[in-house]
């Protein structure tokens, strides 16, 4: 079992920055690929961005693309996402998960729900226009 907290969210005005972070624990002696989605109210969850277990390869949506930028720390199971010009539509709960394939992180598969295996509970960001 891994267990992933998210934690940063809040209250942000159109065209703020807010930088939210991860970090799983649970098995120790592994380095997962780490990955953001975020779930607005009536709709689907949505992939956000990813990170390679050793920080070489990220992944974006194209939705947030030149705004967020994914980091993670130096051989730790611990990422953060720095969201820059956040928009109203920006507002979802947001969530950290562990890649279940390691030596398979590429896409599509980084922006698959099912190709995750742990999950955190979320932390709410709000973007007031």
């Known amino acids: 079992q891994v267990y992933l907290v998210e934690s940063g969210g809040g209250l942000v005005p159109a065209g703020g920055s807010l930088r939210i972070s991860c970090r799983a624990t649970?098995?120790?002696?592994?380095?997962?690929?780490m990955g953001w989605f975020r779930q607005a109210p009536g709709k689907e969850r949505e992939f956000v961005g990813a990170?390679?277990?050793?920080?070489?390869?990220?992944f974006y949506a194209d939705s947030v693309k030149g705004r967020f930028t994914i980091s993670r720390v130096n051989r730790e199971n611990t990422m953060s996402l720095q969201m820059n010009n956040l928009k109203p539509e920006d507002t979802a709960v947001y969530y950290c998960?562990?890649?279940?394939?390691?030596?398979?992180?590429?896409?599509?598969?980084?922006?698959?729900?099912?190709?995750?295996?742990?999950w955190g509970p979320g932390t709410q960001v709000t973007v007031s226009s």
């Open positions: 998960a562990t890649y279940g394939a390691t030596y398979y992180f590429d896409l599509p598969g980084a922006g698959r729900r099912d190709m995750y295996d742990y």
């Open positions: 649970g098995r120790a002696g592994t380095l997962y690929a």
């Open positions: 990170v390679s277990w050793n920080a070489d390869t990220t």
